[in-house]
């Protein structure tokens, strides 16, 4: 859910920055970040509580609906708080044209991070598949917490878009 609102962030973003209204663009980024949450919480609820009634409906067997069950939770728990700031925030730093600093954030993340993380966890640390996706949360922890400095310190707003 929480990706679907980074179209938002692009155009409003833009738009604001654009016109140069520089405090516009972070009142507005704030607020799109704030309801980015609010609907990730609200969608990653409704598809946790929906899982464990949807899952007996495959043929699966009872080690792979546990494992099932708690990659979604690992994944709903993360894409619900971590998600909104690691992509709709990412997505408005581009819009106010900080391209460079998020396009670096997200090859390290990605990457660097996800593929040493995944072999730490899933292959030397024996976690298999959830492994993997705690790997792929740790991603969006780095990523967001890069994303939220970046916010942070204002220098997103120092580039100019047109």
Known sequence: ?????GTVFI???GQCMGAGDREAADWYM????RLALLLAILWNAMVMALTPILLPLYDL???TKRLILIIVAIH???SALVQPFSGPLSSGLRAAGDVRFTMW???FATVV????LSFLLAKWLGLGVIGIALAMVLDWCIKAALDIWRFR?????ENKVI
């Open 76 to 78: 709903n728990l993360f």
């Open 105 to 107: 954030a997200s090859i």
């Open 61 to 63: 067997t009872d080690e």
């Open 30 to 33: 704030r607020k799109l970040t």
């Open 113 to 116: 991070c996800r593929t040493f």
């Open 153 to 157: 310190s204002g220098r997103w707003a």
């Open 1 to 5: 859910m929480s990706m679907a609102t």
């Open 11 to 13: 155009t409003v973003i």
